[in-house]
């Protein structure tokens, strides 16, 4: 190398520069190497201010520029300094922290989707198809098999709400009961008058299932539309209608006609006819076709709606009819049925596709689809000539097996749930079920207890048989769902369950729960003679004669007096017979049983009562119950002022409607204080009824019943008091149960004539009246009667009963 020309010398290239102006432009970008290494720490300082770890560890690399070179997966970016969002190497700088930025999500994503693999391998939840992809790539191969399973997991929870919904709705049941959620609004009906399950979805909504992209339309790889399924089950899922009917779908597959041949009715009775018996052939068709397709038609099972064949012709024997596709098999189990006294064959050369809703070209909503599922279900395995649902193995049924629904005792009884709301829905009335359905089959389904399908007894709680052999049943406490449920049942089956060798002894309690129970696996348990003799009601005792012990005329006295006052007059009632020491207290009893021969029972309004009543039951606060025990006249007067008008029946001419008993009570305080220990008085119990004048109509009132007890002490201005004063005011219950001799099926409150009138009447004289009305005895007869009993009623009853068949003619009236 040459050496440099004196006039370049070797040293700064600062100092005498041959051009100045070069100099100067190279000023500030020309630095010594210390000046440098200074700037570029500063930057590494400043880039490393906007960079952390994102979780502290010990032994975390330390953020140099070094390492910024191939940074950590744990380094994040806190922030991009604003010194940073200009232009030139700013935006540089900034562009290099936005991607170590996504370099850290990316990764942190990545380890996410390796753990959730991870996982779901040792849940052994990959299935066999998801295997087989191609293992040249194992992200590729770990992603793909994450896809398939969230696609299958989708998949399964869109069905599985859809039957959520179809269990939540309210289906149409007709007087045949059940449970579901309150729907408003009028139900809409076709022109036919039958009920459109789908009224409650719009005429838009409808329309939107006939094609199209994203209107129903199915993927080019078949089966449900996921997508679809989902967004609409997520829209309608818990909205409470009902499930709509499949009036959705496209109508060229809904007219769509499948041709069957019918052959054998040629020389049939009806041949003699014009048209050799066709039309009649036709009639009878469509008649049984009906019967066997109304149970589970989408209208909700009117028979009215009818199957009919849209076409029909006659080529040499064989007569060719053409029907909806949704009706080939009403018509198709017609085979070897009998018409006019020529067994027939119907045969189909071309039969339908199952009307599953995976293999359809449309895609209805969810709920609907499910709707569907389960009525062809149903459809497939009714018997209608022998009244049996099958519901054995569902587990195998190829349909349900293809969306799941036996996986898990969970879904299983989602399914079965919805089943019965399907298959409930149907009927119109009660009796219509009891009279379609009388046995159903649960064989073979592996059934543990009877967690899975205990709605069984609540949609048919009549039925006659019940068959659940083959199942794995140990114990007659895996049965307990269904204790005194069927009330009905004569036949159960319960062959090849462990529970026939696990338990001995097990068919004396079954028996025990099912009262009507004939037939147990096969084996007669009741004869008839044993279920009539189970069926006549138990002998019930008479009804005792009152106890009314007064004495002097007291307790008679005040109480002709005492309503009649307090129908009229309460606050001299309150003064006469109440004083400081009395008291008394209202208590409503909303839940007594009503009269069930009332011809009219007005709805029941406790508003001016409940404000003052002291019931025990549902007043816990001591406060309130020592406020609500109303003491003295004038607070009595207050509380009686609350208390609507009443109008109670005549104590001497209306005396049956009223019982009445009287009894000595020990105690009672003396007012004088001669006896501190006090002295006898009455105890006073009385039952009846009262008319209450309905404020909004003043021609009509309503009727209550009541009871009431007094205790009677000395006192007062007429030398009685109401010590103590308890009302209890309940809906009314009519007086049946106050007639001596007649049997009552209830804890009942014992019949007793009217008190001894304040009339030349005496009570022997009402006792004689009472046992010749109940024995049809005349006037002489009965009181003799009395008298061999020493005037006691309950005793002449029994004496009458005794020589009854002895009495002459002449001893009736």
Same mark, same amino acid.
């Given at each position: 190398m040459s050496p440099l020309p004196q006039s370049l010398p070797a040293t700064d290239p600062t100092q005498n520069p041959p051009l100045s102006e070069v100099a100067a432009a190279l000023a500030p970008y020309i630095h010594t190497r210390a000046?440098?290494?200074?700037?570029?720490?500063?930057?590494?300082?400043?880039?490393?201010?906007?960079?952390?770890?994102?979780?502290?560890?010990?032994?975390?690399?330390?953020i140099t520029h070094l390492t910024l070179g191939a940074p950590p997966s744990t380094l994040v970016v806190k922030r991009t300094p604003k010194e940073l969002q200009g232009g030139g190497d700013a935006r540089v700088r900034a562009a290099y922290l936005s991607a170590l930025q996504?370099?850290?999500?990316?990764?942190?994503?990545?380890?996410?989707?390796?753990?959730?693999? /991870?996982?779901?391998?040792?849940?052994?939840?990959?299935?066999? &198809? $998801?295997?087989?992809?191609? @293992? !040249?790539?194992?992200?590729?191969?770990?992603?793909?098999?994450?896809?398939?399973?969230?696609?299958?997991?989708?998949?399964?929870?869109?069905?599985?709400?859809?039957?959520?919904?179809?269990?939540?709705?309210?289906?149409?049941?007709?007087?045949?009961?059940?449970?579901?959620?309150?729907?408003?609004?009028?139900?809409?009906?076709?022109?036919?008058?039958?009920?459109?399950?789908?009224?409650g979805i719009s005429r838009s909504a409808e329309g939107r299932g006939r094609g199209g992209r994203g209107r129903g339309g199915r993927g080019r790889g078949g089966g449900i539309n996921t997508e679809r399924l989902q967004r609409e089950v997520l829209k309608h899922v818990g909205d409470g209608a009902r499930?709509?009917?499949?009036?959705?779908?496209?109508?060229?597959?809904?007219?769509?006609?499948? /041709?069957?041949?019918?052959?054998?009715?040629?020389?049939?009775? &009806? $041949?003699?006819?014009?048209? @050799? !018996?066709?039309?009649?052939?036709?009639?009878?068709?469509?008649?049984?076709?009906?019967?066997?397709?109304?149970?589970?038609?989408?209208?909700?099972?009117?028979?009215?709606?009818?199957?009919?064949?849209?076409?029909?012709?006659?080529?040499?024997?064989?007569?060719?009819i053409f029907v909806l596709q949704q009706e080939y098999e009403s018509y198709s189990r017609l085979n070897n049925f009998v018409f006019a006294g020529k067994s027939i064959t119907v045969t189909c050369e071309n039969p339908p596709r199952s009307r599953s809703p995976h293999n359809s070209g449309t895609s209805p909503e969810p709920a609907n689809e499910v709707q569907q599922l389960i009525q062809d279900l149903l459809s497939r395995r009714f018997d209608y000539s022998s009244k049996l649902l099958s519901l054995n193995a569902l587990g195998t049924d190829e349909q349900l097996q293809e969306i799941g629904m036996f996986k898990t005792p969970e879904t299983q009884s989602k399914f079965f749930l919805a089943t019965m709301k399907v298959c409930s829905a149907q009927f119109q009335t009660a009796e219509e079920k009891r009279e379609t359905i009388q046995s159903v089959s649960l064989a073979d389904n592996n059934l543990p207890n009877l967690s899975i399908v205990t709605s069984l007894a609540q949609t048919f709680p009549d039925l006659k048989n019940l068959d659940l052999s083959g199942n794995k049943i140990e114990n007659t406490s895996a049965?307990?769902?269904?204790?005194?449920?069927?009330?009905?049942?004569?036949?159960?089956?319960?062959?090849?369950?462990?529970?026939?060798?696990?338990?001995?002894?097990?068919?004396?309690?079954?028996?025990?729960?099912?009262?009507?129970?004939?037939?147990?696996?096969g084996i007669q348990v009741r004869t008839d003679a044993q279920l009539a003799q189970m069926d006549q009601s138990k002998a019930i005792p008479l009804v005792q004669a009152p106890d009314f012990r007064d004495e002097g005329g007291i307790v008679q006295n005040l109480l002709l007096k005492f309503?009649?006052?307090?129908?009229?007059?309460?606050?001299a009632l309150a003064n006469m017979y109440y004083d400081n020491d009395c008291s008394f207290s209202l208590n409503v009893n909303t839940h007594a049983l009503r009269d069930k021969d009332a011809q009219e029972m007005l709805k029941q309004s406790w508003d001016p009562y409940i404000r003052i009543s002291r019931n025990l039951k549902h007043l816990n606060n001591p406060k309130v119950r020592t406020n609500r025990k109303i003491t003295g006249p004038e607070e009595i007067t207050k509380t009686w002022a609350q208390i609507p008008a009443t109008r109670h029946p005549a104590l001497t001419s209306e005396f049956?409607?009223?019982?009445?008993?009287?009894?000595?009570?020990?105690?009672?305080?003396?007012?004088?204080?001669?006896?501190?220990?006090?002295?006898?008085?009455?105890?006073?119990?009385?039952?009846?009824?009262?008319e209450e004048p309905i404020p909004s109509r003043q021609d009509r009132t309503m009727r209550r019943s009541f009871d009431r007890t007094f205790v009677l002490g000395p006192g007062g201005p007429l030398k009685v008091r109401i010590l103590s004063d308890i009302l209890?005011?309940?809906?009314?219950?009519?007086?049946?149960?106050?007639?001596?001799?007649?049997?009552?099926?209830?804890?009942?409150?014992?019949?007793?004539?009217?008190?001894?009138?304040?009339?030349?009447?005496?009570?022997?004289?009402?006792?004689?009246?009472?046992?010749?009305?109940?024995?049809?005895?005349?006037?002489e007869v009965a009181k003799q009667c009395l008298e061999t009993s020493n005037w006691n009623l309950h005793t002449a009853m029994g004496t009458f009963e005794t020589h009854k068949a002895t009495l002459p003619p002449t001893a009736f009236a």
């Amino acid at each position: 190398m040459s050496p440099l020309p004196q006039s370049l010398p070797a040293t700064d290239p600062t100092q005498n520069p041959p051009l100045s102006e070069v100099a100067a432009a190279l000023a500030p970008y020309i630095h010594t190497r210390a000046e440098t290494l200074r700037i570029r720490r500063l930057l590494s300082a400043h880039l490393a201010a906007s960079l952390t770890h994102e979780e502290s560890t010990d032994g975390e690399t330390p953020i140099t520029h070094l390492t910024l070179g191939a940074p950590p997966s744990t380094l994040v970016v806190k922030r991009t300094p604003k010194e940073l969002q200009g232009g030139g190497d700013a935006r540089v700088r900034a562009a290099y922290l936005s991607a170590l930025q996504s370099h850290a999500v990316a990764k942190k994503r990545y380890q996410a989707l390796r753990d959730e693999i /991870e996982e779901l391998r040792q849940s052994q939840v990959v299935d066999s &198809a $998801s295997r087989d992809v191609n @293992r !040249g790539d194992g992200a590729a191969e770990e992603y793909i098999q994450l896809v398939k399973l969230r696609r299958r997991v989708e998949r399964t929870k869109v069905v599985d709400k859809a039957v959520e919904r179809v269990c939540d709705a309210r289906l149409v049941e007709g007087g045949a009961g059940g449970i579901g959620k309150r729907r408003t609004g009028v139900r809409e009906t076709d022109r036919e008058g039958d009920v459109v399950m789908d009224g409650g979805i719009s005429r838009s909504a409808e329309g939107r299932g006939r094609g199209g992209r994203g209107r129903g339309g199915r993927g080019r790889g078949g089966g449900i539309n996921t997508e679809r399924l989902q967004r609409e089950v997520l829209k309608h899922v818990g909205d409470g209608a009902r499930p709509p009917s499949m009036r959705n779908i496209t109508p060229d597959r809904q007219s769509s006609l499948v /041709e069957l041949q019918v052959t054998g009715w040629l020389n049939s009775k &009806a $041949s003699s006819n014009d048209d @050799r !018996g066709v039309s009649s052939l036709i009639t009878f068709l469509e008649r049984h076709a009906t019967k066997r397709s109304a149970l589970f038609r989408q209208r909700g099972g009117k028979a009215a709606t009818g199957s009919r064949i849209k076409r029909s012709r006659v080529e040499g024997d064989t007569l060719h009819i053409f029907v909806l596709q949704q009706e080939y098999e009403s018509y198709s189990r017609l085979n070897n049925f009998v018409f006019a006294g020529k067994s027939i064959t119907v045969t189909c050369e071309n039969p339908p596709r199952s009307r599953s809703p995976h293999n359809s070209g449309t895609s209805p909503e969810p709920a609907n689809e499910v709707q569907q599922l389960i009525q062809d279900l149903l459809s497939r395995r009714f018997d209608y000539s022998s009244k049996l649902l099958s519901l054995n193995a569902l587990g195998t049924d190829e349909q349900l097996q293809e969306i799941g629904m036996f996986k898990t005792p969970e879904t299983q009884s989602k399914f079965f749930l919805a089943t019965m709301k399907v298959c409930s829905a149907q009927f119109q009335t009660a009796e219509e079920k009891r009279e379609t359905i009388q046995s159903v089959s649960l064989a073979d389904n592996n059934l543990p207890n009877l967690s899975i399908v205990t709605s069984l007894a609540q949609t048919f709680p009549d039925l006659k048989n019940l068959d659940l052999s083959g199942n794995k049943i140990e114990n007659t406490s895996a049965l307990g769902a269904w204790r005194h449920k069927f009330r009905h049942l004569e036949q159960l089956l319960l062959n090849n369950n462990p529970i026939e060798k696990l338990q001995p002894g097990w068919e004396v309690e079954v028996m025990k729960w099912f009262p009507k129970l004939r037939l147990l696996n096969g084996i007669q348990v009741r004869t008839d003679a044993q279920l009539a003799q189970m069926d006549q009601s138990k002998a019930i005792p008479l009804v005792q004669a009152p106890d009314f012990r007064d004495e002097g005329g007291i307790v008679q006295n005040l109480l002709l007096k005492f309503f009649t006052a307090f129908d009229s007059d309460r606050p001299a009632l309150a003064n006469m017979y109440y004083d400081n020491d009395c008291s008394f207290s209202l208590n409503v009893n909303t839940h007594a049983l009503r009269d069930k021969d009332a011809q009219e029972m007005l709805k029941q309004s406790w508003d001016p009562y409940i404000r003052i009543s002291r019931n025990l039951k549902h007043l816990n606060n001591p406060k309130v119950r020592t406020n609500r025990k109303i003491t003295g006249p004038e607070e009595i007067t207050k509380t009686w002022a609350q208390i609507p008008a009443t109008r109670h029946p005549a104590l001497t001419s209306e005396f049956h409607k009223w019982v009445i008993e009287c009894a000595s009570q020990p105690g009672v305080p003396d007012p004088t204080g001669t006896y501190p220990q006090g002295v006898t008085g009455f105890m006073v119990t009385v039952h009846g009824e009262y008319e209450e004048p309905i404020p909004s109509r003043q021609d009509r009132t309503m009727r209550r019943s009541f009871d009431r007890t007094f205790v009677l002490g000395p006192g007062g201005p007429l030398k009685v008091r109401i010590l103590s004063d308890i009302l209890t005011v309940r809906a009314y219950g009519g007086s049946a149960a106050f007639r001596l001799g007649l049997p009552v099926a209830a804890p009942i409150i014992a019949p007793v004539v009217a008190p001894a009138a304040m009339t030349p009447v005496t009570e022997q004289d009402l006792m004689v009246l009472e046992l010749a009305k109940i024995t049809g005895l005349t006037l002489e007869v009965a009181k003799q009667c009395l008298e061999t009993s020493n005037w006691n009623l309950h005793t002449a009853m029994g004496t009458f009963e005794t020589h009854k068949a002895t009495l002459p003619p002449t001893a009736f009236a």
